[in-house]
Nanobody, 123 residues
Framework: QVQLMESGGGSVQAGGSLKLSCAVS????????TGWYRQAPGKERELVSG??????TYADSVKGRFTISQDTAKNTLYLQMNSLKTEDTAVYYC??????????????????WGQGTQVAVCS
């Protein structure tokens, strides 16, 4: 099993910044990607940003404002969020795609999730 623990959420005014962290622990199978998803009230969960084989991806809505990074020595994933907008308000989830065998081609398909951390951006 893989455990994911998010931290760093909170409330901030529009234009402000927050940094989310995700500590990854447990049995490590093949790393097929790690990333951040979010779910706003009444909306479906969406990919915010991910890392797979060193390649980073971002949702169009956050490009230029959010930066994903990871510290492999600490097994920790980060999401630096700048210039936050009210529409960034959501529960943010850390997610991991870990497989006992090899990784599939294409984007990550998470099979482990954190509990989520709330980000609230007020105007």
């Amino acid at each position: 099993q893989v455990q994911l623990m998010e931290s760093g959420g909170g409330s901030v005014q529009a234009g402000g910044s927050l940094k989310l962290s995700c500590a990854v622990s447990g049995n490590f199978f093949s790393d097929c990607g790690t990333g951040w998803y979010r779910q706003a009230p009444g909306k479906e969960r969406e990919l915010v940003s991910g890392i797979k084989t060193g390649v980073t991806t971002y949702a169009d809505s956050v490009k230029g404002r959010f930066t994903i990074s990871q510290d492999t020595a600490k097994n920790t994933l980060y999401l630096q969020m700048n210039s936050l907008k009210t529409e960034d308000t959501a529960v943010y989830y850390c997610a991991a795609d870990r497989r006992a065998g090899g990784c599939a081609q294409g984007p990550m398909s998470p099979n482990f999730w954190g509990q989520g951390t709330q980000v609230a951006v007020c105007s």
